[in-house]
């Protein structure tokens, strides 16, 4: 079975920096893509950065320049480093990834995501 673990977040102040980590722990699996979302109170669920197998990265424009994804295909981890924090950054950061089951048929890409983690920017 394939799950997502996610770790980081936290409360920070505006202009503080946090890290969020998610691994894919399970096996017999292959990973096409991995994204952060966040969900803030009231609102849509929204992308904030992905990164595909061939390392293709794109964010939203929200928060372009101060936040960096990347990964370790070797440990099937991706990572979101989060500068210049801002309180309108506050949400639950979600952790998306589309993995195929290798000894499934048919086979086919499917979502999976993490349990969410908090992140709080205070002003």
């Known amino acids: 079975q394939v799950q997502l673990v996610e770790s980081g977040g936290g409360l920070v102040q505006a202009g503080g920096s946090l890290s969020l980590s998610c691994a894919v722990s399970g096996t017999g699996f292959s990973i096409k893509s991995m994204a952060w979302y966040r969900q803030a109170p009231g609102k849509q669920r929204e992308l904030v950065a992905g990164i595909t197998r061939e390392g293709n990265i794109n964010y939203a424009n929200s928060v372009k320049g101060r936040f960096t994804i990347s990964r370790d295909s070797a440990k099937n981890t991706v990572y979101l480093q989060m500068n210049s924090l801002k309180p309108e950054d506050t949400a639950v950061y979600y952790c998306?990834?589309?993995?195929?089951?290798?000894?499934?048929?048919?086979?086919?890409?499917?979502?999976?995501w993490g349990q969410g983690t908090q992140v709080t920017v205070s002003s």
């Open positions: 998306n990834a589309e993995i195929m089951l290798l000894f499934t048929s048919p086979r086919r890409f499917d979502t999976y």
